[in-house]
């Protein structure tokens, strides 16, 4: 006896679709390609995904579409509101895992935290989401997905309504840059006018320094650009931040000055941020060595001050130690501005997203082993682990 299969095709989701992919799928249903821009309105600037309630297409072509496709925003979990303003949204994305979204409002300007990959595979020795281990990239729309619900939260939806969210920036877990086409695709939907229409000034991606990734950006984007250096020379660099074993400093840097150098507006700065741990990289000579480092590059440099989490043994930078490499900073000319903890009661900060991952790496596995250990050692910094080469691996647009 055979037994047919009486699963339905895979519905379309058009919710991650680019303008040129959302044309590209009406060209394949035989409809004119401004349709494209109809339902991209609907989508991401009315908060629509019921085709149905898409007026201004036909009801010939609005039961054609029920039945290919879909629009679908991953679902929202749970929500928690930090008695600052800070929100944060835990959005579920099949297979046991959840990724972490956070919305920063201060003053006028409200900046949505997104994630690019359930978890990371790089690492990092004071990232929280980094000792989650790795499960997968986020799709598109998983990604814009997140800007989505935030602004339907925020009823930020419809003709007059208030923006609430006025910047994105791609620092939620994992490393956008290891996610290329999704992010990219991405972050070019809240640029675009049909959409969210965010400033290029206002979407920011920021990565550890996935150098082949990098030099590609200039070609699909022109979005703001942030590197997470941490340290001023290749040896400490190495500790934190492993991949920097594969694309040191130098290599990184240069690659980011192409990038900005490529954009069409002279005076663009990148954001060079550095988290600042007690005792391990906030040093008066690590200072200096910085400014020293950053003097040809057109920069502005953002402090953090280390967010702990519980399975780590890093402590926070001191306040003193904080404001000296700040001044430091400042007195060889730079920007330099200390990014204030927000959401410290519901963990939102820089640092500490972990949402849910279902770990294919077993790092968390054995970060818990590691933990023990410490423990009965009493030492105080978590070992740092090398980037395996698999885990770096790099998809380009087109
Ligand atoms: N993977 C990307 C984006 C996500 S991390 C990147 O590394 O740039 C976003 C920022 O938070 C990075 O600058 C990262 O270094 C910083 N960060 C990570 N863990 C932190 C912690 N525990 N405390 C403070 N900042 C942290
Ligand atoms: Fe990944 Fe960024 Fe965390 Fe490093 S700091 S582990 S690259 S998310």
Redesign the pocket.
């Known amino acids: 006896m055979t037994v047919e299969s009486t699963a339905a095709p895979a519905k379309v989701n058009l919710m991650g679709l680019s303008q040129a992919k959302l044309e590209a799928f009406f060209d394949s249903l035989g409809e004119k390609r401004f349709r494209a821009t109809q339902v991209l309105k609907w989508i991401h600037q009315m908060g629509v995904t019921d085709f149905e309630q898409m007026t201004n297409i036909s009801k010939p072509l609005r039961d054609k579409l029920s039945q290919v496709a879909e629009a679908v925003a991953p679902e929202v979990v749970n929500q928690w509101d930090s008695s600052d303003g800070t929100r944060k949204f835990l959005i579920r994305v099949g297979g046991g895992n959840a990724v972490e979204t956070v919305y920063i409002p201060d003053g006028d300007r409200g900046t949505l935290c997104v994630s690019?990959q359930v978890g990371?595979s790089?690492d990092?020795s004071?990232?929280?989401?980094g000792k989650q281990g790795f499960n997968r990239d986020l799709t598109a729309a998983e990604i814009i997905g997140q800007v989505w619900q935030a602004a339907k939260s925020f009823n930020q939806f419809g003709v007059g309504a208030q923006r609430k969210i006025t910047n994105v920036v791609?620092?939620?877990?994992?490393?956008?840059l290891l996610n290329f086409d999704n992010v990219v695709d991405s972050m070019n939907l809240m640029m675009h006018d049909n959409c969210y229409g965010l400033s290029k000034r206002r979407v920011t991606l920021?990565?550890?320094g996935v150098v082949p990734a990098l030099d590609k950006l200039g070609e699909y984007t022109d979005a703001c650009l942030?590197?997470?250096l941490?340290a001023p020379n290749n040896a400490l660099r190495n500790e934190l931040?492993p991949i920097n074993k594969k694309y040191p400093i130098e290599m990184l840097l240069a690659s980011a000055k192409r990038y900005i150098d490529g954009l069409p507006d002279v005076r663009r700065k990148m954001t060079i941020?550095y988290?600042l741990i007690d005792q391990v990289n906030d040093r008066p000579e690590h200072a200096h060595e910085l400014a020293e480092l950053l003097k040809e590059i057109p920069v502005k440099i953002n402090l953090?001050?280390?967010?702990?989490?519980n399975l780590?043994n890093?402590k926070r930078v001191s306040n003193n130690a904080l404001r000296r490499f700040q001044q430091i900073l400042i007195d060889a000319g730079y920007t330099t501005t200390i990014r204030t903890t927000r959401g410290d009661d519901i963990d939102a900060?820089?640092?500490?997203l972990a949402g849910q991952v279902n770990d294919r790496t077993k790092r968390s596995q054995r970060y818990k082993i590691d933990k023990n250990a410490l423990d009965a050692s009493n030492a105080d910094i978590i070992p740092v682990k090398l980037v395996d080469e698999a885990d770096v691996s790099i998809t380009f647009n087109g």
């Open positions: 690019s990371c790089l990092c004071f990232c929280a989401t791609m620092m939620g877990m994992g490393e956008p920021s990565t550890s942030a590197i997470s941490h931040v941020e988290t953090i001050p280390f967010n702990p989490f780590s890093y900060a820089c640092g500490q």
